[in-house]
């Protein structure tokens, strides 16, 4: 494969997996893509597959699907490998087998995807609001906060040992942070796509096309800080419905009043999501999801304030949702609240500029 990066994350096979489901229920919007009559999805070099990898070669061709060499625009256009697996259900079984094998592989990954310390995501937690909260007092909403657009000044880190799994892990050693990429911050004033924000963080307000503002943010921040916790993303899905079932299994049923104004009525019958529980996707959601608080690793105090402040961030209503200069005032951060806490972040980012 030569400079070419394999991936064997999952969650990048995933997204080729759930390419096949959409190309199957033909909702992958605005993409004119078709299959030839062997499953395999008909691409040319420079398209964009499920908004974040460009293709960039063919590198080899299996059972299952092709392997085409791609930018991962999602990883600063690092070089990967991508398996893209035909479009024929025996195929997409087997794809969700393989899955499973990674997902308990990366169990055994000695630090990929580790949830980080308490103090350390209160540390992050504390230094984002700050940052967004500028933001919106200045009108303007970011619209594409994820981790990968939070980075570290220091990447150094020190080995821990982990007494559980009796292993060495990586312990970031300074948790000062940035946030980064502001090509598709947008003014209150301005023109207001209709479709914003990564998938995994993306509010529901804008799966449902009800406008969006500041909230939208909010609601990003708070999957950010559920996978710094759980050290998993919290809505792993590609579908706009799906996507909506998982919200509803882990926050409850999505408000009336919400459903009634949503230009998405396709996804809705009776003032219900239209979502059947019995199908291979409403097992996955089943599976794959729980109500929020179940997530909980521990019922210390402030794991239980912890989870309270994600339950404020991802109220479904977006004028119920806590801002963030309110979030900076929550019980969970008021161990940063000591005289001199403020100023040692400040002097923090005068060091890394």
């Known amino acids: 494969m030569g400079k070419t990066k394999l991936y064997s994350l999952y969650k990048g096979f995933l997204d080729c997996l759930c390419l096949c489901l959409s190309r199957r229920s033909g909702e992958a919007a605005g993409d004119d893509r078709r299959d030839n009559e062997n499953g395999h999805l008909i691409y040319k070099t420079g398209d964009i597959l499920v908004d974040r990898y460009e293709i960039v070669d063919t590198l080899g061709e299996g059972t299952f699907g092709k392997v085409v060499q791609c930018l991962d625009h999602g990883r600063r256009g690092s070089q990967i490998a991508l398996k893209i697996i035909k479009n024929q259900e025996k195929y997409r079984e087997a794809a969700k087998l393989e899955i499973n094998v990674l997902e308990k592989i990366m169990l055994c990954d000695s630090n990929s995807f580790l949830p980080y310390p308490m103090s350390q995501i209160r540390q992050m937690a504390h230094q984002i609001f700050h940052a967004v909260s500028f933001l919106h007092d200045n009108k303007l909403t970011h619209t594409d906060l994820k981790p990968e657009n939070i980075l570290f000044v220091n990447s150094d880190y020190s080995l821990v040992y982990n007494t559980e799994k009796k292993c060495n892990e990586r312990r970031i050693n300074d948790t000062a942070v940035r946030l980064v990429d ?137 004028s119920k949702r806590i801002s963030l200069s309110s979030a900076l005032g929550h019980p969970f951060l008021l161990p940063l609240a000591g005289p001199g806490r403020s100023q040692v972040w400040r002097n923090s980012c005068d060091r890394s500029r």
Request: hydrophobic share 30%.
């Open 182 to 318: 502001f090509g598709s911050a947008t003014f209150d004033h301005e023109h207001h796509s209709a479709v914003i924000s990564t998938r995994h963080y993306r509010a529901p307000e804008v799966i449902m096309e009800l406008g969006w503002s500041h909230p939208c943010d909010v609601w990003s921040i708070g999957c950010i800080l559920f996978e710094y916790y759980e050290g998993f993303t919290l809505f792993q899905t590609h579908d706009n419905k799906e996507h909506l079932a998982m919200m509803e299994r882990i926050q409850g049923p999505i408000p009336q009043r919400m459903i009634q104004r949503s230009r998405k009525q396709k996804y809705f019958q009776r003032g219900r999501l239209d979502w059947n529980e019995c199908s291979k996707a409403g097992r996955y959601v089943k599976d794959k999801c729980k109500p929020l608080r179940k997530y909980l690793l521990s019922h210390g105090v402030e794991h239980h304030q912890f989870f309270n402040l994600l339950e404020r961030m991802l109220e479904y209503e977006p």
